[in-house]
């Protein structure tokens, strides 16, 4: 990641995948449908008024300003090491899909009041909750971080300084 701008550039694709697959599922499915997959995925249609795994999703409504209070205040922090760190192609990237990720989110928030989630994974009766396109973004960004610290880390040991994820 050169810049900020690449940074940005990213989470705003970013955002785009996510609304546009959020707006099909709420055009396509109707909360509480089911449509199977696979034996192990499902699509679905839920509506999240907390944070991952509902949580304070039924604290009567002052919890969407916390949310997106914390997202806003994550999109300036981000946006700040991206800029700092614009020659860690790696690490800004992780950081851009975590930006793009609470930045899609945010909009729901802020446009509907609630985050539209509508991907469902299961193994025989256990599921997991629902999670959506900016949810992923979030998830492999923070991944992507970890691989880095792990990099960084083994090549502290070993002396090596060209950065990077170590298989």
């Known amino acids: 990641m050169r810049s900020l701008g690449l940074g940005w550039l990213l989470a705003l694709g970013v955002v785009a995948v996510d609304q546009v697959s959020k707006a099909w599922v709420r ?32 604290s009567g409504g002052w919890q969407k ?13 981000l946006s700040i090491l991206i800029w700092r760190h614009a020659t860690e192609r790696w690490f800004c990237t992780g950081l851009a899909l975590i ?10 928030r802020l446009v ?6 509508f991907v469902q994974w299961h193994v025989g009766q256990h599921y997991w909750p629902a999670f959506n396109g900016a949810d992923s973004a979030i998830t492999v960004g923070v991944v ?20 990077g ?3």
Do not use: C, Y
């Not at 055009?27 to 991952?52: C, I, K, M, S, Y």
């Not at 300003?65 to 922090?77: E, H, N, Q």
């Not at 509907?112 to 989630?117: K, L, Q, R, S, Y």
């Open 65 to 77: 300003g916390l949310f997106s209070a914390i997202a806003v205040l994550a999109i300036v922090v």
């Open 165 to 167: 994820p170590v298989a």
């Open 112 to 117: 509907a009041g609630e985050v539209t989630d």
């Open 99 to 108: 930006m793009g990720g609470a930045l899609g989110n945010l909009v729901d």
């Open 27 to 58: 055009g396509h499915l109707v909360p509480g449908q089911v449509v199977r997959v696979t034996d192990w995925f499902n699509w679905v249609l839920a509506f999240n008024q907390g944070a991952a795994f509902s949580f304070l999703a039924t």
């Open 144 to 163: 992507m971080l970890l691989l880095e610290g792990r990099g960084k880390h083994a090549s502290a040991k070993s002396g090596d300084n060209s950065g």
